[in-house]
């Protein structure tokens, strides 16, 4: 089994009007073994998958699998019908249907649904996995992570040769991603080759045995796992040997305590519909503060509350010492509040509009939209934020859909800075982006918060929330359940105040 | 949230389809279970729901057309064009060689008519990508206008063979009521009524047990996904077109049956009629919720309202406009508190 070739793909060229997204890439897929695709966003890794699964077809290339020479994949069914099955980083299900139905739709020749069979077999397909849902069950009725473990059971159903799972761990939480890499280990070990994309080293480093990395639509090149040291990927991903990631937070001061001044923001027994316990909680001037605990545990929706995303139900909210009631995120605004969501998709971006309207979008909802800006000014705030982020945009009037997904957290960002806004939350601003953007990201709030803004970050990562945050608010079961700083401020204290230990 | 759990409940059990379906129903039942008790007189027979589906065939047809295209994410609007030119056409054919136009001839016209409209208006829709809006727009305006061009005065049919199949009645045993003499009146419906309850269980099983109808809901559902998970979205949105125009036509044919008559101005409106049953039925304009049974029960509670209007002595046309939009509100309103409360629901 080890080391037969199932998959070659030799020299795939793809070109997007402006952007030469894929140029003479080769990838070499072998049966049994999981293969992680790595790159920075706009690499091309998402146009080499589509182009696998017929999402996309390709200009120029061969692809021969499993013996079979130049197989011609014009569509998602012509790959499904081949054995490539995809579970992608977007739940690509219809949340309308039953969950059985999203496992077999598409599927079979028969023009009649059996419904008894169908649920049967896919509940028996869910226990196997341990998925906690029902065959009857309306998807949409289901959380994001069981949605995406449905769309795997899916892909493991359909018995095919390659599994691509395109970033399948970015909603998942710890033990869900665990469960996750049994199943790849069971498929790996039945010789189904598995395409594994993600932006977690850890995650990599830990199932996969070999890496392709792809830069700026070239191939950089194809390694086993051992002979790869991770600062050497990332070097590789990057381009470039990359200053340490543990450093950029040396020059941030630290948490001054209790009796520093007085709190930009305060809350006292704050609490939402969202379904979290009340809870209390402060930003100074210039602090970086986060909120951590699972996913789940209510970090979202404690900000969300802060920002009135969510209906605020109860609770006293000063700034700067002055009672102040927020309804919604436009008072929230108004004060001088703001928010960069967690779903950028659904909360924040508008695809089809240009860089430069995503970016004073804000802005012009607060000025009054009879009250439109120049043009001239409209382009030089861009402009101005476009270079100052470094966002890679052909031009401010680029729709943002076009750009990357870390390109479109810059927009977002920059959206929000344009305001000047005292008080900043980002909520998994690093989520799905390159590690670079990553990096760019956390030097950004640090340099913010030096300059006196006010920020609460959240982040999965809690090397990242380590090397940003100067306080970190620790929450479990929808609970604050804890509060680290200083010397506290440690993998494992975090940890355990999770836990609920001693 | 606690997402290793599974979240039980009735209420969540049920599917969203299903949930509006029943809403619908309930409120079909009480609407005219008041009418029985405070209007009294017609409502106590049988004969009066009868009624109501005798002059509703068409609609019914149609409406369950528009319910498919409206599950696939889509619109037709030209369908009350279609019903009027197929009329038309029907009219004037049976009436060639001294009113001997053979009928089951005019069957085969009505429901050619109506499959080219499907078939073109699919074409554009599903493979050149063109709002179904406003393709079925000008298709409205085509069919309208073809029917004052083949005849601009109203056109009544004397055919012997067409009228025995227009006046046949269907007797409903047991359902008859004894009139001031005492003497039996049986309860009958019209063939078209048979044809709309048919045109319901069979698209019902379609849309419940076939591939096809399957595919109608995954596109309606969300488009991209349907195709990343391998369904054929334009075969899909293509035929959910070819289907609605035959039900067109199949209506317009019932429709005929039922006036006798070809004119320009028939079925006027009859697309918005069969939009707001559809979307009273429990379908939703945005796509992949919907049922034909809904759909029924949409148009049922439709005419049992405008019944109800002209009973309590509002005989005009603007009450039964105004009714149908306060209707078409209290509907909608119940929807999207159920549909909201739900996810509020299963939020916890």
């Not at chain 2, 979240?7 to 389809?17: A, E, M, W, Y």
């Not at chain 2, 008519?113 to 000008?138: D, E, S």
Request: a neutral charge; hydrophobic letters at 45%; one cysteine or more.
């Amino acid at each position: 089994m080890e080391n037969t070739t199932l998959l070659e793909m030799r020299s795939i060229d793809k070109s997007f009007p402006g952007v030469h997204a894929l140029q003479n890439v080769d990838f070499t897929l072998r049966s049994g073994e999981i293969h992680a695709l790595m790159g920075e966003n706009g690499a091309g890794k998402s146009t080499l998958i589509k182009v696998l699964t017929g999402v996309y077809s390709k200009d120029q290339g061969v692809i021969n699998l499993d013996g079979r020479f130049d197989v011609k994949i014009h569509s998602p069914q012509d790959a499904q019908n081949l054995g490539i099955s995809t579970v992608y980083q977007e739940i690509t299900l219809c949340p309308n249907l039953t969950v059985a139905e999203n496992m077999y739709i598409g599927r079979g020749k028969k023009p009649i649904t059996n419904w008894r069979k169908m649920n049967s077999d896919a509940d028996k397909i869910l226990r196997k996995l341990d998925i906690p849902a029902r065959a009857t069950q309306q998807l949409g009725t289901c959380s994001i992570a069981v949605q995406q473990m449905v769309a795997i059971a899916r892909a493991v159903d359909m018995d095919c040769k390659v599994l691509i799972l395109d970033e399948p761990t970015s909603s998942l939480d710890e033990q869900e991603v665990e469960k996750l890499f049994g199943l790849m280990r069971d498929l790996k070990a039945t010789g189904v080759g598995i395409i594994f994309v993600t932006h977690f080293l850890d995650q990599v480093y830990e199932v996969c045995d070999r890496i392709t990395v792809l830069r700026d639509g070239q191939l950089v090149g194809e390694y086993e796992i051992k002979d790869l040291p991770r600062v050497q990927l990332v070097s590789k991903m990057l381009g470039k040997e990359m200053d340490d990631l543990s450093d950029i937070k040396s020059d941030q001061d630290a948490y001054l305590g209790e009796d520093a001044d007085e709190p930009v923001y305060e809350a006292t027994q704050l609490w939402s519909d969202a379904g979290i316990k009340p809870f209390d909680f402060h930003i100074r001037k210039g602090e970086v503060n986060g909120f951590t605990g699972l996913l789940g545990s209510g970090r979202s929706e404690s900000v969300r509350a802060i920002f009135g995303a969510d209906r605020v139900l109860g609770g006293i909210v000063r700034m700067h010492g002055r009672q102040v009631h927020i309804r919604g995120p436009k008072d929230a605004m108004k004060n001088g509040i703001a928010y960069l969501p967690e779903d950028r998709k659904i909360d924040g971006i508008i695809g089809d509009l240009s860089v430069r309207e995503n970016i004073i979008l804000a802005l012009q909802v607060m000025k009054g939209f009879f009250k439109p800006f120049t043009k001239a000014q409209a382009y030089a705030f861009a402009d101005e934020y476009i270079k100052k982020l470094n966002i890679k945009t052909a031009s401010a009037d680029t729709p943002v859909k076009s750009l990357s997904g870390g390109n479109q957290q810059k927009v977002i960002l920059a959206r929000w800075l344009l305001m000047h806004p005292e008080y900043l939350i980002l909520d998994e601003p690093t989520r799905g982006i390159d590690v670079g953007t990553k990096i760019d990201i956390q030097k950004l709030v640090l340099e913010l918060a030096k300059d006196g803004m006010s920020i609460t970050f959240i982040s999965s990562e809690t090397d990242e929330m380590l090397r940003t945050c100067s306080r970190l608010i620790v929450m479990r079961d929808r609970k604050v359940v804890g509060e680290l700083s200083g010397e506290d401020l440690t993998q494992s204290m975090i940890m355990s105040t999770i836990a609920g230990g001693e | 949230m606690n997402k290793t759990k599974l979240k039980g409940g009735i209420f969540n059990r049920v599917s969203d389809t299903n949930l509006l379906l029943s809403i619908t129903v309930v409120i079909f039942i009480l609407m005219y279970l008041g009418a029985i008790i405070f209007l009294g007189s017609g409502f106590k027979k049988p004969q009066m729901l009868f009624n109501i589906l005798n002059a509703n065939a068409a609609l019914i047809i149609t409406a369950c057309g528009m319910s498919l295209v409206m599950i696939s994410g889509s619109i037709d609007i030209s369908v009350g064009g279609v019903v009027a030119l197929v009329s038309m056409c029907c009219a004037v054919y049976l009436d060639v060689n001294h009113h001997n136009g053979n009928v089951y001839v005019s069957m085969l016209i009505a429901l050619g008519i109506g499959l080219a409209f499907g078939i073109i208006q699919g074409l554009l829709v599903a493979y050149l990508n063109i709002q179904p809006f406003i393709v079925t727009l000008a298709g409205m305006f085509f069919a309208r206008g073809m029917t004052t061009i083949v005849s601009t005065a109203p056109f009544n049919v004397k055919n012997q063979a067409f009228d025995k199949l227009k006046l046949t009645r269907i007797n409903v045993p047991g359902m008859g009521s004894y009139n001031k003499k005492g003497l039996y009146i049986p309860a009958y419906v019209e063939i078209g009524v048979l044809v709309a309850l048919a045109v319901v269980v069979i698209l019902f099983l379609v849309l419940r047990y076939t591939r096809l109808g399957r595919a109608f809901y995954a596109v309606g559902g969300n488009q991209q996904s349907a195709l990343m998970l391998g369904v054929n979205v334009k075969r899909t949105k293509f035929l959910s077109h070819v289907f609605c125009g035959l039900l067109a036509g199949l209506g317009g044919y019932v429709y005929f049956l039922h006036v006798g008559s070809g004119a320009a101005s028939h079925a006027t409106g009859m697309e918005m009629n069969a939009i707001a049953s559809s979307i009273i039925g429990g379908t939703m304009l945005t796509g992949g919720v919907g049922n034909v049974v809904g759909t029924l029960f949409g148009v049922l509670s439709l005419s049992t309202i405008q019944n109800i209007v002209s009973s309590a002595g509002l005989d005009q046309a603007w009450w039964t406009g105004i009714t149908i939009a306060a209707m078409l509100c209290i509907f909608l309103l119940i929807q999207s508190i159920v549909i909201r409360q739900r996810k509020r629901a299963l939020k916890r």
